[in-house]
């Protein structure tokens, strides 16, 4: 079935570690790819998107995500994470199947400590 | 500019009984979608509007939701009768046609 994986769905860090999660798509043929944030008691928000053009993208509060077609993947970095950062993440493909359809990732849950 | 508007943002209802959720999408946005998430996953897809026409409802369960959206602005979604399994947190979103998603608090409903 076509799908939207995020194979890590909580992680835990500390502040100033590295972070890496995961996503990765079923969907042939052109995809638009997003990553959506919602901090506590807050409303979901855009992060980052991918249409085209360099597969390295830059969003807000120096997340980056790269977009790599061979592997369907679209993970998301930060090099540096802070307590702020905590947050549940979430990975969305748009694609054109007759329509323009939105498919969302089950998301990940990061707890940042202090 | 305006967020998405939501009402109620809470609601208890019994099983069996009906209830209706209100959106007000940001203003130009052509593209308005509920989803429902439920707690650990995330967000499903029920319904999406293009103006006011339904380009996909496959995820709706069509004998007891409905949705509609009057002059291609306010939408509504019912559900009627509700099931318990229809706790959670419905969202309403909107958007210019492929672009980013702008998402409204959400009502968190509980059935009992």
């Known amino acids: 079935a076509q799908s939207v994986s995020q194979h890590n769905h909580h992680v835990i860090l500390s502040e100033a570690a590295s972070l890496e999660l995961g996503c990765n798509y079923s969907?042939?043929?052109?995809?638009?790819l997003f990553w959506y944030v919602q901090y506590p008691g807050q409303h979901l928000q855009l992060l980052l998107k991918?249409?085209?053009?360099?597969?390295l993208v830059k969003g807000i509060k120096g997340f980056e995500a790269e977009f790599i077609k061979s592997k369907f993947s679209f993970n998301l970095r930060k090099p540096s994470v802070q307590w702020s950062d905590t947050a549940e993440y979430f990975c969305?493909?748009?694609?054109?199947?007759?329509?323009?359809?939105?498919?969302f990732g089950t998301g990940t849950r990061l707890k940042v400590l202090a | 500019e305006a967020g998405v508007a939501q009402s109620p943002r809470y609601k208890i209802i019994e099983k069996r009984q009906s209830v209706a959720f209100w959106c007000n999408p940001i203003?130009?946005?052509?593209?308005l979608y509920w989803y429902q998430q439920i707690l650990g996953q995330g967000p499903k897809l029920l319904i999406q509007?293009?103006?006011?026409?339904?380009?996909?409802d496959s995820q709706l369960p069509k004998d007891r939701f409905s949705a509609e959206r009057l002059k291609g602005v306010d939408s509504t979604l019912k559900i009627q009768p509700a099931k318990l399994e229809d706790s959670a947190v419905y969202l309403c979103?909107?958007?210019?046609?492929?672009?980013?998603?702008?998402f409204g608090p959400g009502t968190r409903l509980t059935v009992t």
């Open positions: 979103a909107s958007s210019l046609v492929l672009d980013e998603q702008y």
């Open positions: 969907y042939g043929g052109t995809v638009n």
């Open positions: 991918y249409f085209s053009g360099d597969p």
């Open positions: 969305a493909v748009n694609r054109y199947s007759g329509t323009y359809k939105y498919i």
């Open positions: 203003s130009g946005h052509a593209t």
């Open positions: 509007f293009q103006n006011n026409g339904v380009v996909d």
